[in-house]
């Protein structure tokens, strides 16, 4: 949760502020930020909006009147950039109304020492291609202490812009988190599919563990893996490319192989193609030739992993 600036009244004069501050709801605990850039002058009497990552700001009430700039907080970037409106906008006024539909801010009402108000405004928030290109870029290079934003933000509903829906249960997602971690997810969010617009996709084909496990681990979380869970975030992870998680599901398996479960991380390794896990299948076979046969699962093997097993445990070479 973000705070910025209010009033601070004191036994003579009050005073307005322009901090910001932000709430970890993981550890409750309140963290001064120190924000680059131009900040807005001290003010109370705002309304706060979240749009795409960003925390806008309009008008207020300082020591010197109220104000009708206009002021972007990315919270990614923790920079604050003052907005200048194309077009002549509200007049300067307090205690207004505002919202954010689709890619428009909207205000309306406030009031002034001259009165009320009573007509509505619109400001056009919605970024072009490029600029979101350049956020994208600045956030593939998320800091370790920015991490800590991302594991606040897992399932979050709060500022989240896509959800996926697998085996019926819902997951509120980040299109920029998500991107900025795989590849898979920025190719679908910035193609012309159908995805890249859509608010709610339909994930076929994946146990609903399994994809929290994953987005648990995109958004900075730990995952505690177990025989199937390492297995099948093994599919998924080489499916769309998560090269970090597949290595450490590659070597859990490695580290659990049996003979009770040897068939399946045998064909696991030869239908995904990996080179170093399956090292470890026929090094396995071959000093547990005797045990597989007795279990009746060496023969069971497909033909092309019962070659090479054989061929292994015999020392000769394909």
């Known amino acids: 949760m973000y705070v910025f600036g209010g009033y601070y009244p004191q036994q003579i004069s ?3 502020l322009n901090e910001v501050l932000r709430l970890d709801f993981g550890s409750l605990r309140w963290e001064k930020l120190e924000p680059k850039g131009v900040p807005p002058i001290a003010r109370d009497a705002i309304c706060v909006q979240e749009h795409d990552q960003d925390i806008y700001i309009f008008g207020g009430r300082g020591k010197d009147g109220s104000f009708n700039d206009i002021f972007s907080y990315d919270m990614f970037e923790n920079t604050w950039n003052q907005i200048q409106p194309r077009n002549v906008g509200p007049t300067p006024r307090i205690s207004y109304s505002a919202v954010v539909y689709k890619n428009d801010l909207i205000i309306w009402g406030g009031g002034a020492p001259s009165g009320c108000y009573s007509k509505i405004f619109r400001l056009k928030l919605k970024k072009d291609e490029n600029e979101n290109m350049g956020r994208l ?72 563990s399994t994809f929290q496990a994953l987005i648990k681990y995109i958004y900075g979380q730990d995952v505690e893996l177990d025989e199937k869970l390492g297995k099948d975030l093994f599919r998924l992870s080489d499916m769309w490319s998560i090269t970090k998680l597949r290595e450490k599901c590659e070597k859990y398996l490695m580290h659990i192989i049996s003979l009770e479960n ?23 076979a071959t000093k547990n030739l005797k045990g597989l046969e007795e279990a009746s699962t060496l023969y069971s093997l497909p033909n092309t992993l019962l070659v090479k097993a054989l061929f292994k445990a015999v020392g000769t070479k394909e």
């Open 137 to 208: 870029e600045r956030l593939k290079r998320i800091s370790n202490n920015d991490a800590k934003i991302m594991k606040l933000y897992a399932f979050n509903e709060q500022f989240s812009d896509v959800t996926f829906i697998v085996e019926g249960e819902k997951f509120n997602c980040h299109k920029v988190i998500l991107s900025s971690q795989c590849k898979y997810f920025e190719n679908m969010f910035l193609s012309s599919m159908i995805e890249s617009q859509a608010k709610e996709i339909q994930v076929p084909d994946v146990e609903s």
């Open 14 to 16: 009050g005073v307005y």
């Open 262 to 284: 040897f068939r399946e991380i045998a064909e696991l390794a030869e239908s995904l193609n990996t080179p170093k896990l399956m090292d470890v299948v026929l090094d396995f």
